[in-house]
């Protein structure tokens, strides 16, 4: 009987922690999902530009790419604090071919029209483990099309 207990609360724990991790992945895809696809000052630049020195003020989603949040932040971009000190959210973006969603290619420094799709894909870690990995595709619209 005790053996059934302790192999239910470890199932139990399991699942709050793929819980949690779910969460901390959905705070960066919102976080992502209010941002530009490239930067409005800067289009053919990939990653952070001048001044973008936090996270508060990445404003495409380029820049996020290969950064990591530990401790994690919530879909306002605020720090989730010493309580999930031992979690963290890593950010990749790759560059996809629009008319194969399973290949990369590189982005260089082209214009947005020329790699117009990206893959967005944010690993949640708890003490050193991967729990959880989400990806979704961003796609860059023409703001001058009808
Ligand atoms: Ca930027």
Same mark, same amino acid.
């Given at each position: 009987m005790l053996r059934l207990l302790g192999a239910g609360t470890l199932a139990n724990n399991d699942g709050a922690e793929l819980t949690t991790a779910m969460n901390l992945a959905g705070n960066v895809r919102e976080c992502m999902t209010g941002? $530009?696809? +490239?930067?409005?000052?800067?289009? #053919?630049?990939?990653? #952070?530009?001048? !001044?973008? #020195? +936090? &996270?508060?003020? &990445?404003?495409?989603?380029?820049?996020?790419? !290969?950064?990591?949040? %530990?401790?994690?932040?919530?879909?306002?971009?605020? %720090?989730?604090? $010493?309580?999930? %000190? *031992?979690? %963290?959210?890593?950010?990749?973006?790759?560059?996809?071919k629009p008319y194969n969603l399973q290949t990369a290619t590189s982005h260089l420094n082209l214009t947005p029209d020329?790699?117009?799709?990206?893959?967005? *894909?944010? #690993?949640? *870690?708890?003490?050193g483990h991967t729990i959880y990995t989400q990806s979704w595709i961003a796609a860059w619209c023409d703001p001058s099309a009808p």
């Open positions: 941002v $530009a696809y +490239t930067d409005p000052a800067n289009p #053919t630049h990939w990653g #952070t530009e001048n !001044g973008e #020195t +936090t &996270y508060a003020s &990445y404003n495409d989603i380029d820049d996020f790419d !290969g950064k990591t949040f %530990s401790p994690p932040i919530d879909a306002r971009r605020q %720090s989730l604090g $010493a309580n999930y %000190s *031992t979690w %963290s959210q890593k950010v990749k973006v790759d560059t996809m020329l790699r117009p799709t990206c893959r967005c *894909t944010v #690993t949640i *870690t708890h003490n």
